[in-house]
């Protein structure tokens, strides 16, 4: 299809970004209510049976552990990182979303791969899957409001246009969206990247000439680039609310990073005055590099999820750290690490809302489904997407360690 012009459609603000603040709070108190309760907080949820609505902690607690000894090695709990403490305690085994869907791959005997984390993360866990094994979201309004910034159809029309009005571009996709958009760079000479290997996946194409056209996070995009020695007048943004994203074709074509506006809703809430305040304390600051460009500049250290942990974990005793990312980790660290002072860099508790709404009351009703012979919530990935999606991860893994 030939497009001369890219023609933005209706401005839509993602509902999972509208509600990201729905479960913000002054106390730092995140233990789960009955999903009745919850239900209250006025965000979307999938609708449940209506026992599982008023069911107690103690008791949801005790049938997820009989539902896991009934159900046996068939089944196969992926809890990622960010997960509220009520329903990362019952996963057999923890980490980062990419991590997880590796770590699935290779349980050969799990039919069922529970994926206690957001939607983009199932569907990557069915990429690289077998087709006998069936992965399971708990709930499918477990969304994530950075992946919902780029919808595929947008991205897609955008693509187009810079491929045709401009030279020499590839399209690298951050783990966090789409299988549509994964599908879409391995289609196109692409890759996936995590934020650990972000800079690894811009060295494959820049030193030889290639520009870059980086979905769906902003923030992370630039912050690469310009770790990379890029000028910041040579990243520019696409703005798929704008005719030609924003941009003149003079712009487009002197650019070397083109970043698409999308955001994560959690690492963009940190501010400079929130480090400032930290450093006054005496505490080293650690940040995601999904946090603005002006809080990775000003923070002692910088990287991905799995990056903090270990840089925690291994701080010495008596050591303060400052940290900017999801608030159920943090708070994870500090319980880890009683011999540290930790904290979050914002006061205000706002855990991740998309994340959040994997209550352990749908892990319970997901769990009641694979022992009584249903699938419920089954994430399953169009094949040609699932092919493409799984040439662009395979060149990730090819990229030099």
């Not at 980086?214 to 910041?232: C, M």
């Not at 006061?347 to 769990?367: F, K």
Request: proline share 4%; charged share 25%.
């Amino acid at each position: 299809m030939d497009i001369k012009t890219f023609k933005p459609r209706k401005l839509e603000i993602p509902v999972t970004e509208i509600e990201q603040a729905s479960f913000c709070r002054l106390d730092d108190n995140l233990r789960s209510k009955t999903l009745e309760e919850e239900f209250k907080s006025g965000v979307k949820w999938q609708k449940v049976p209506l026992r599982y609505l008023k069911m107690k902690p103690d008791v949801i607690d005790s049938e997820i552990i009989k539902m896991k000894s009934v159900i046996g090695d068939k089944l196969f709990i992926l809890g990622h990182h960010y997960q509220r403490e009520e329903v990362i305690k019952f996963a057999d085994t923890t980490g980062d979303s990419f991590k997880l869907s590796v770590e699935a791959a290779e349980e050969k005997n799990a039919e069922y791969i529970v994926f206690c984390g957001v939607h983009f993360m199932a569907e990557t866990a069915d990429i690289l899957t077998t087709s006998d094994q069936k992965v399971i979201l708990p709930n499918m309004a477990a969304g994530c409001s950075m992946a919902d910034m780029a919808s595929a159809e947008d991205v897609d029309d955008a693509w187009k246009f810079v491929e045709q009005n401009s030279d020499d571009f590839i399209p690298i996709t951050y783990m966090n969206s789409t299988a549509s958009i994964k599908s879409l760079c391995g289609k196109n000479g692409g890759l996936v990247c995590t934020s650990s290997n972000a800079k690894a996946a811009f060295e494959q194409y820049l030193p030889k000439g290639k520009k870059i056209f980086f979905f769906p996070d902003q923030h992370l995009g630039r912050n690469t680039a310009l770790s990379l020695g890029i000028k910041r007048d040579e990243v520019n943004v696409w703005n798929p609310f704008k005719e030609n994203g924003g941009l003149t074709l003079d712009q487009l074509n002197k650019t070397k990073v083109l970043v698409w506006q999308g955001h994560c809703s959690v690492h963009t809430r940190f501010t400079v005055d929130q480090i400032e305040e930290a450093k006054l304390r005496g505490a080293n600051v650690i940040v995601h590099p999904e946090c603005t460009n002006d809080v990775v500049s000003q923070s002692d250290y910088v990287g991905s999820t799995e990056y903090i942990i270990d840089v925690v974990n291994d701080a010495d005793p008596g050591t303060k750290w400052g940290v900017g990312t999801e608030i159920n980790l943090v708070k994870r660290l500090a319980s880890q690490n009683p011999d540290k002072e930790i904290f979050c860099l914002d006061p205000i508790v706002c855990p991740c809302a998309t994340m959040y709404r994997i209550h352990p009351a749908y892990l319970l009703w997901v769990l009641d489904g694979i022992a009584a012979g249903l699938v419920i919530n089954q994430v399953e990935v169009d094949f040609e997407i699932k092919v493409n999606s799984k040439i662009a991860l395979e060149r990730m893994l090819n990229l030099p360690k």
